[in-house]
């Protein structure tokens, strides 16, 4: 029984270095709305949403709001506790299952696994490893998924990816899963730092960076050339659109950068208009496409898969509702024939993601073909568990639990507006 | 300049009398987040985004945070208030553009439109008919649109529908806009109730009304052969399943009321399943597929039109980003040539929507043909300036403004949770 739900604002200043910056978002000061669960016999859950400053109230306004529906009662059926959550006919209407409401649902769901994956003993990608097909298909709701993809034939793909997956554990916690770095291509960082950074991220053994476009074209097919020319021919740079364009400009300005060889183009346009991601798919051809990091819910994802709109699906920790949510999004990935290559950085997602794709592994599409974690180098310092990246590579996570917990003193000093940080040094 | 926003969380205990029940939403509770903009002239925009109860505290903190965008400033350029509102790249990532950070900038944008229009001395249907097309498209956001509809084809749609516009406006004033009624159908009431007020609403002048469906089969046969056995054959009975099913189901449950003649079925499947709803529409034709109140964007609207997904689009006043984003939706209807049907009900929605079907009417489609306004009769003795039916037609509003004003002493009782409506009745 959850006895209590603590809900906490807690905000990087990273607007002052300009990290994170794209085409959209100018001056990210990246936060987490973030909870922590207690539960009556001793044991936490901690989970989080991200966002990227203002509005982080909002979302803890509405973690608090749900709270209603949870403490007091159980959280150790994870299927119940996710349409719990989702299906309350009142909070329903303010989606249904998008935006803020979604947000706060994805942090007490993380939450609520975090603290199975502790009472179990294991870290969640193990955790999640471990779990039967049918525990797993009772855990996902199948409402409006039907069409696409039903519980009988998940329970199929589940079981046909049972044989092998001790060796897979074996390999995950032996070699890790590959990761790429967003790092070095922020869009507020100069030509030379670019440079620098695309040159690092190389030699630490990563086959694969991005860099954002699409505020300037000279200045995007300058830096893109300066890019290529550091790492050479058969390192992977992926672009990142932001969702800056509508579709012709998509195509247009995809076109322009051509000539550098973009291994995918991401976020071209708003991440609903499913229809314009598959023309853009269409007609950038053979340049692939991603999108998914402001994908709301799995029936999103299931149209960006009927339309064969992405190359790559890029699901988030946190914007969906939670592990419940991602375990549908994986399997329609995976009935789909899809490559999951999910969005990290922020604050804490990388933390989070590294679980997903190595149970993706062991247990969904058994594949690491063209498969890559996001990984940005900044915050992981405030993290009990920080992600660790080895020769280009995520490390398995050890500790019992999701890895989402935050130290402490982070908190304390980074509390939206009255920690330290904000209040003495601002 | 707006120098003071007010928010006030307002709400109805209508989950007594199951006014409003569906198949979806049991027990609402129908609620605003009121707002009023304060400029320093003296005038005041009144606006508010509607609810069902839990949940409308986290509209009103959205609305809250979003206010640091408003007080200090001017309100009166309509077009540069709704990018400030939903470009703000900090709140963008909390939607984009959908869930409560949407619903928070409705209501700010329905207040600035309701204040623009008092300033003008006109009521909201005819201040909006009388602004050139090239002030209208300037109102528009067209990011995202232009694949479907640019600024120049919109301006086109305007100027052709200019000749004739004095004589729509007088038609206006005299004969009002067509409506239908859900009163008699919610699925809370008996068949006696339905069939009682089925038959009434025939006899007020009401060619169409609506049944709510979705949740037992049998029950819903019982009430519609019921209803149609009541109003006979040349009334017009819609359905609507307020997003029950998958689209299997769908389609199966409304062949199997098919033998009953409904004129259109509402909400067949999932509000975010845009090829769900295509598919739907293809397998029930000849029956008409209608969607929208739940449809968060112009984004959303866009792709319904252009895969063909519905046969009525039902927009509502407070759900997308207000007169601004229903301006849009209006001329991609237009576009595609789909009859706008309005979502109204709730509380305030039929007061808001009367006034953009018959802007519609003057200055986009210029026709009525299977255009019906919703309308139900509760909660309308709130408003300072309520709905009025005259022989199944809503009047033109004569007041300045947007007809959202409530009356203070409704707002006063009704409070949550301190008015007294709530903390002594309860």
Redesign the interface.
């Known amino acids: 029984m959850i006895k209590a739900v603590d809900v906490v604002d807690v905000r990087f200043p990273t607007s002052a270095s300009l990290d994170g910056s794209d085409a ?6 990246y936060s987490a709305a973030y909870v922590v669960l207690r539960a009556e016999d001793g044991f936490e859950g901690h989970g989080f949403t991200f ?5 982080n ?3 803890c ?2 973690i608090e ?1 749900l709270s ?1 529906l949870v403490i007091g009662r159980d959280a150790s059926d994870l299927g119940e506790f996710y349409r719990r959550l989702t299906h ?16 706060a649902a994805a942090a007490l769901l993380n939450a609520a696994w975090d603290l199975a994956a502790r009472r179990a003993g294991l870290p969640m990608w193990k955790y999640l490893s471990g779990l039967s097909p049918e525990r797993i298909v009772d855990c996902i709701d199948w ?5 696409a993809l039903g519980p009988e034939e998940a329970l199929d793909l589940l079981r046909a990816a049972e044989p092998g997956k001790a060796e897979r554990i074996a390999e995950i916690e032996r070699e890790g899963y590959p990761a790429y770095t967003t790092s070095p291509g922020w869009l507020g960082y100069s030509d030379e730092k670019v440079v620098r950074l695309a040159r690092r991220a190389v030699a630490e053994g990563y086959r694969q960076i991005k860099l954002k476009v699409g505020d300037d074209l000279d200045d995007d097919r300058r830096r893109f050339a300066a890019a290529r020319a550091a790492v050479g021919p058969d390192v992977r740079i992926a672009v990142d659109a932001n ?1 800056r364009w ?3 400009r998509a195509v247009e300005w995809t076109a322009a950068l051509a000539e550098f060889d973009p291994w995918w183009i991401e976020e071209p ?8 991601h598959a ?1 853009i798919r269409r007609r950038v051809a053979p340049i692939k496409v991603a999108t998914g990091e ?1 994908c ?2 799995r ?2 994802f ?2 960006l898969l ?2 064969e709109a992405v190359d790559f699906l890029q699901l988030d920790a946190a914007r969906v509702a939670g592990v419940n949510e991602n375990l549908a999004i994986l399997l329609l990935a995976k009935k789909f024939d899809v490559p999951v290559c999910p969005h990290a950085g922020g604050v804490g997602l990388c933390e989070l993601v590294g679980h997903l794709s190595m149970f993706d592994y062991t247990s969904v599409s058994t594949s690491m073909e063209d498969r890559v974690i996001e990984y940005v180098d900044h915050l992981h310092e405030h993290f009990v568990e920080p992600t660790v990246i080895e020769n280009g590579r995520y490390k398995a996570p050890v500790l019992p639990g999701f890895s989402a917990e935050m130290r402490p003193d982070s908190i304390r000093r980074y509390t939206y507006p009255n920690g330290p940080e904000w209040s003495e040094n601002r």
């Open positions: 959209m978002n100018p001056d990210p000061d966002t990227i400053g203002r509005g109230e909002v979302c306004a509405a709001a209603d309350d006919s009142q909070f329903r209407w303010l989606g249904p299952e998008k935006g803020v409401m979604h947000l409402r409006y998924m039907t069409d969702q509508d579709v012709d346009t708003s991440p609903d208009d499913v229809l314009g023309a402001h709301h819910n029936v999103m299931k149209q009927q339309a």
